[in-house]
T-cell receptor, first 114, second 115 residues
Framework: AQSVTQLGSHVSVSEGALVLLRCNYSSSVPPYLFWYVQYPNQGLQLLLKYTTGATLVKGINGFEAEFKKSETSFHLTKPSAHMSDAAEYFCAVSDYNTGNQFYFGTGTSLTVIP | DTGVSQDPRHKITKRGQNVTFRCDPISEHNRLYWYRQTLGQGPEFLTYFQNEAQLEKSRLLSDRFSAERPKGSFSTLEIQRTEQGDSAMYLC?????????????FGQGTRLTVV
């Protein structure tokens, strides 16, 4: 069975500060990992994904994430927060065998303080 | 690529009424998913289609819920005899299933309020 844990349901950072959103996964087979962002009353937009190959993946809006198999983690970072980054962020896992669905974490709400 | 489209965006209904939502996926995508999202939670899987075949249903999907995808194009999700607990955002997503690593593209959702 697959699952995702997002530590910290709410994260606040100052504008210009580092953003770090944590995601740990559980999967019995090599995972595919995703980060999505959701703005109020909107659907989910893909930020980035890891499937195979390079473990550091870059996404849109300056975000990146690193797949660490030994830590079963896929934390999302951004060097400098912008006001427009305020949103809900979801980590999700899938895999080749059960790629029929995505398992989502409970989300982290990011607040950016001016 | 016009994205995944969902209709309506908002629906308010009285308890006990039936509602139907529509999803138009990205045209070349063969997989279509329905998820439900309640406040403060991540999306929960309901069901998915590979072309016109419904291949998996979550245990969350009670007998009052039914989904179809005729001809492998658009999909509908119907909820019969709605209950207040059905109030949620219903999200549709589609993907192009190749090697399994394809991401899902989500629509903007239909927010259902049962009063």
């Amino acid at each position: 069975a697959q699952s995702v844990t997002q530590l910290g349901s709410h994260v606040s950072v100052s504008e210009g500060a580092l953003v770090l959103l944590r995601c740990n996964y559980s999967s019995s087979v090599p995972p595919y990992l995703f980060w999505y962002v959701q703005y109020p009353n909107q659907g989910l937009q893909l930020l980035l994904k890891y499937t195979t190959g390079a473990t550091l993946v870059k996404g849109i809006n300056g975000f990146e994430a690193e797949f660490k198999k030994s830590e079963t983690s896929f934390h999302l970072t951004k060097p400098s927060a912008h006001m427009s980054d305020a949103a809900e962020y979801f980590c999700a896992v899938s895999d080749y065998n059960t790629g029929n669905q995505f398992y989502f974490g409970t989300g982290t709400s990011l607040t950016v303080i001016p | 690529d016009t994205g995944v489209s969902q209709d309506p965006r908002h629906k308010i209904t009285k308890r006990g009424q039936n509602v139907t939502f529509r999803c138009d996926p990205i045209s070349e995508h063969n997989r279509l998913y329905w998820y439900r999202q309640t406040l403060g939670q991540g999306p929960e899987f309901l069901t998915y289609f590979q072309n016109e075949a419904q291949l998996e249903k979550s245990r969350l999907l009670s007998d009052r819920f039914s989904a179809e995808r005729p001809k492998g194009s658009f999909s509908t999700l119907e909820i019969q005899r709605t209950e207040q607990g059905d109030s949620a955002m219903y999200l549709c997503a589609s993907s192009l299933r190749t090697g399994g690593e394809a991401e899902a593209f989500f629509g903007q959702g239909t927010r259902l309020t049962v009063v």
